[in-house]
């Protein structure tokens, strides 16, 4: 079976402009979540989806939105990019939102903002 | 707030050699615990996981106890391999919900010597 699936790979984009980031859960899995890793760091949680309900969001500012389709794949969206923004982002799956499930991880589409 | 802490690395060993990678948290009541592995250029990788007090996760030659007494989760390997070169994160996830995201810590880069 397929993993967690993530397009691009690899984005460049400048400051001001918008991205769009897309996932694919592993089949039969209905939550999502989103974290940003930067270089050196850990992930931070931005955003949970759950039946294509937000049912849990990070610290991070509105200018990150994200949406879960019918189908249960999800975009994250951010406007504005920062220099800051610079970063890999997560995607990870799981079957239901409760703690004890672990969540799957994609490989990531790594974002450079010049 | 939660927060994991985990040990600085690098941790540099000779192959062979016994592993002991240190892992302490912070939250109220009692999270399911996760340790998860990243190899270069990759997304993170579930390596063992435990959900209660006392529960021992293990996977691949590696261990980790849930002690909620110290509240630590450290992961343990009794010999390790070259190819267990890569950076490893500690996690929690908070039952509440389950609507918050997984809480890392800042990861462990660890390097086995041939």
């Known amino acids: 079976d397929a993993g967690v699936t993530q397009s691009p790979t690899h984005l460049i984009k400048t400051r001001g402009q918008q991205v769009t980031l897309r996932c694919s859960p592993i089949s039969g899995h209905k939550s999502v979540s989103w974290y940003q890793q930067v270089l050196g760091q850990g992930p931070q949680f931005i955003f949970q989806?759950?039946?294509?309900?937000?049912?849990g969001r990070g610290n991070f500012p509105d200018r990150f939105s994200a949406r879960q389709f019918p189908n249960y794949s999800s975009e994250l969206n951010v406007n504005a990019l920062l220099l800051g923004d610079s970063a890999l982002y997560l995607c990870?799956?799981?079957?239901?939102?409760?703690?004890?499930?672990?969540?799957?991880f994609g490989d990531g589409t790594r974002l450079s903002i010049l | 707030g939660n927060s994991v802490t985990q040990m600085e690395g690098p941790v540099t060993l000779s192959e062979e050699a016994f592993l002991t990678i240190n892992c302490t948290y912070t939250a109220t009541g009692y999270p399911s615990l996760f340790w998860y592995v990243q190899y270069p250029g990759e997304g993170l990788q579930l390596l063992l996981k435990?959900?209660?007090?006392?529960d021992k996760g293990s996977n691949k030659g590696f261990e980790a106890t849930y002690r909620k007494e110290t509240t630590s989760f450290h992961l343990e390997k009794g010999s390790v391999q070259v190819s267990d070169s890569a950076v490893y994160f500690c996690?929690?996830?908070?039952?509440?919900?389950?609507?918050?995201?997984?809480?890392f810590g800042k990861g462990t880069h660890l390097i086995i010597q041939p």
């Open positions: 435990a959900t209660k007090a006392d």
């Open positions: 990870a799956s799981s079957l239901e939102q409760e703690s004890n499930q672990p969540q799957h």
């Open positions: 996690a929690l996830k908070r039952r509440r919900g389950g609507a918050d995201g997984l809480t």
């Open positions: 989806y759950y039946e294509k309900e937000e049912r």
